[in-house]
C-alpha cells in the first residue's frame, strides 16, 4: 500500500468515529481470516477491526498465546483481501518497541490497533502504560488510529471511577479512542460523561445485553464483538456437521 493511499484509509476510518448520532454507533465486527472479511466487507460494513482471540482460534492458539509474526501475518491478508479500513486488535503490543510495533502495523495495512493495559491477567501501571501509548503515537503520527483498550472491568475492578481515570490519561497521551472493555451497560452513560472522544463498547451476540444500537444510545461511540462472530459462526458449522451425520 502506497503512503498516500495508507493515509486516506486511516484518514476515512478515523472520520467515521466523529459526528455520530446517539443510537448510531460504528458497527465493526471481527474478521478472523480472509473469508470472513471478504463476507463482512461485501455485506456493507464500512471498516473492519480483527480480534485477536478470533485469529488466534483460526491459527490454533489460545486467546493471547499467538505468536507477533504469525498475528502480523493473519492481519495482513486479510487487510489485502479487502478494500475497507481495516484496524487490528495486537494485545499489549508483544513486547515490541513502539516505534517497531507502528512499522509492523503499517506494514500489515492496518490502519489502526487495539492496545491493552494489561498483561498476563494483570493491570498495567496506567501512568506508565500512558507513557508507552505516547511513544507509539510519536512513532505513528497521524498514520494510525490507537484504540486504547481499559481493562479494570475484566481485572475485578468495577469502580467507573477507575476506568474514567485511566481513559484520561490515554487520551492525553494521544489515543484516538479508548474501550473500558466489559463496562455494564448501565454504566456506559457515566464512563460517556467523564471520558473525552470515542467510547469502543463490546455487543455480545447471544441475545444478552444491549443491542449495538442500544449501546449507542448509552453513549458508545462504536461497538465491537470481539470473538463473537467467529464463535457463532463455529456454531453454525457444528449444528451443520450434526446435520450432514
Known amino acids: 500500500m502506497t503512503a498516500a493511499r495508507e493515509r486516506t484509509k486511516t484518514e476515512a476510518f478515523r472520520a467515521l468515529h466523529h459526528g455520530r448520532a446517539p443510537g448510531d454507533p460504528l458497527v465493526l465486527p471481527g474478521p478472523w481470516d480472509v473469508a470472513s472479511a471478504r463476507a463482512l466487507a461485501a455485506a456493507g460494513f464500512p471498516a473492519l ?12 492458539y489460545r486467546d493471547g498465546e499467538t505468536p507477533a509474526d504469525e498475528m502480523f501475518a493473519a492481519v495482513a491478508r486479510i487487510a489485502r483481501s479487502v478494500d475497507v479500513p481495516v484496524a487490528a486488535d495486537v ?17 500489515a ?3 489502526g490497533c487495539n492496545l491493552e493495559d494489561s498483561a498476563d491477567g494483570v493491570l498495567k501501571d496506567p501512568r506508565e502504560h500512558a507513557g508507552w501509548l505516547a511513544e507509539v503515537r510519536a512513532a505513528a503520527g497521524d498514520r494510525l488510529f490507537v484504540n486504547a483498550r481499559i481493562d479494570t472491568f475484566v481485572r475485578g475492578v468495577t469502580d467507573p471511577d477507575a476506568a474514567i481515570e485511566r481513559a484520561a490519561l490515554y487520551v492525553a497521551a494521544g489515543a484516538d479512542c479508548v474501550y473500558p472493555i466489559g463496562a455494564p451497560g448501565d454504566v456506559l452513560p457515566l464512563l460517556r460523561a467523564g471520558i473525552q472522544g470515542p467510547l469502543n463498547a463490546v455487543a455480545r451476540l447471544d441475545g444478552e445485553g444491549p443491542s449495538p444500537t442500544a ?11 470481539g470473538p463473537g462472530l467467529l464463535h457463532r459462526t463455529t456454531a453454525a458449522l457444528r449444528e451443520i456437521a450434526a446435520n450432514l451425520r
Open 91 to 107: 494485545e499489549d503490543g508483544y513486547g515490541l518497541a513502539p516505534t517497531e510495533l507502528v512499522e509492523r502495523l503499517l506494514a
Open 49 to 60: 477491526s480483527t480480534p485477536s482471540a478470533g485469529v488466534a482460534a483460526s491459527l490454533g
Open 109 to 111: 495495512g492496518a490502519v
Open 215 to 225: 449501546l449507542g444510545e448509552l453513549g458508545a461511540t462504536r461497538v465491537t464483538f
